[in-house]
Each structure stands twice: as structure tokens, then as C-alpha cells.
């Protein structure tokens, strides 16, 4: 299976013509990268600007639930997919904690994106919030939704979390979501740790935040994996 790297660019950056040369950079810098799913996730209002080709998918932040209505300020799931949105990452520690997303509005997202044919990045940073972020969607709905194992305290603090640990909580949720579940690391990742979380941890992915930002870096981290 295709190892799958996500760029995360959070709130960056803040020009448009700043969000197209990154994009045409990692474009240009990936253009021989084979078997790797590449997707990047800019601010919703560059979504358009950045279209989806065949090497890089396109993302999403967040989401709503409802379709449409009087939602001010909302950009609903079935929006993104009309802007060939691929992914969707939903309930990241940052939403959780700025937003005060609960585990009632991250089902609903969840449900959503899949509703709508994409594919849910459910973030998480402690085993308990897979039942909690997943408790209103069935069996094999469960199949598409891919888990981010992103610890508080990596995110952005230049302190990735150790091979150890990262590989047993690996291996704790696929002991509650399966052994073919796929699931991402995130926080703090960088072109030196990140084929270590492939490799020795056998993460399926990455998910990559201020690292994505630098293209030169970025294409570092795809190259390292593939
Ligand atoms: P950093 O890579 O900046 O630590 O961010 C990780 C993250 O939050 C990706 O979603």
C-alpha cells in the first residue's frame, strides 16, 4: 500500500501568491515521486487556487456538518467535495482546544465527510478518543476512516515523540481498529525522523505541520520515504 504524506499548513500562509509558489515548489520538487499519496491541506480560501493534479491530492482543515443554511462562517463538507477535496482532518488537537470541538461535533464531521465520499483524518492524541470521536459510525464505514496519532506535546515544539512510544500506540489502535487500519504520525516531524516513523515504527503516513511550510524540507520528508 501507497504510504500516505500529508502537508498540514494550519493558518499559513498569509498571501495567496505566497500558498501558489509553495504549492508550484513541492509540485516541481515531487514530480518523480512513485508510491506515495501525496495531499496537501491549505487554508480553505487557497483551495481553489491549489486543484488537485495527479501526484498531489487536495485536503482540507475542517469541516461542517450540515450542507448548507444559515451556518455564518461554516464551510460545509459537501462544499469540499465539490472542490475535489479528497481528505478532510478532522477534531486536530488545535480545533480541540481553540474551538472547543467535543466529541459530539467531531462524530458529526466524521459522518459527514464520509457522506460525501472523502476520507476522514480523525486526529487523536489518546487511544480513549477513538471510541469517543467514532461512537455514531458503523463497521464498515470504520474501514475508511484514517487515524493521526498526533502527541500534545510534539506539535509544534521540535520534540517528536520517541520510535518507542510512537510504535506502541501504533499498535494499540490497530489492536482496537484492525492490523489493516491506517494510521499517521504527526508532530514535529522533520526530513531526519521522518523514515523512522515508516520504518521502525511502520506508521502507513505522516502527518507533516510547520515542515510543509519550508518546500525544500518537505520535499526532503517525501524523498526520505519513498
Ligand atoms: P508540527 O509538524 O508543526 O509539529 O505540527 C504537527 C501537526 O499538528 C500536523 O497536523
Known sequence: MKKIIIANWKCNPIKKNQAEKLFSSVKRGVTNIKKIELVICPPFVYLSEIASSSNIKLGAQDCFWKDQGAFTGEISAKMLKDLKCKYVIIGHSERRFHFKETKEMINQKI????????????????????????????????????????????????????????????????????????????????????????????????????????????????????
Open 111 to 226: 459522518k459527514a465527510v464520509l457522506s460525501n465520499g472523502m476520507i476522514p483524518i480523525l486526529c487523536i492524541d489518546q487511544i480513549n478518543q477513538i471510541k469517543e470521536n467514532l461512537s455514531v459510525i458503523n463497521g464498515k464505514k470504520m474501514k475508511k476512516i484514517i487515524i493521526a496519532y498526533e502527541p500534545l506535546f510534539a506539535i509544534g515544539t521540535g520534540n517528536s515523540c520517541s520510535i518507542k512510544q510512537a510504535k506502541k500506540t501504533n499498535e494499540s489502535i490497530k489492536g482496537i481498529l484492525g492490523q489493516d487500519s491506517v494510521v499517521l504520525y504527526g508532530g514535529s516531524v522533520s526530513s531526519k525522523n521522518a523514515k523512522d516513523y515508516i520504518f521502525k515504527a511502520n506508521f502507513s503516513g505522516l502527518l507533516v505541520g510547520s515542515a510543509s511550510l519550508n518546500a525544500s524540507e518537505f520535499v526532503e520528508i517525501v524523498k526520505s520515504i519513498s
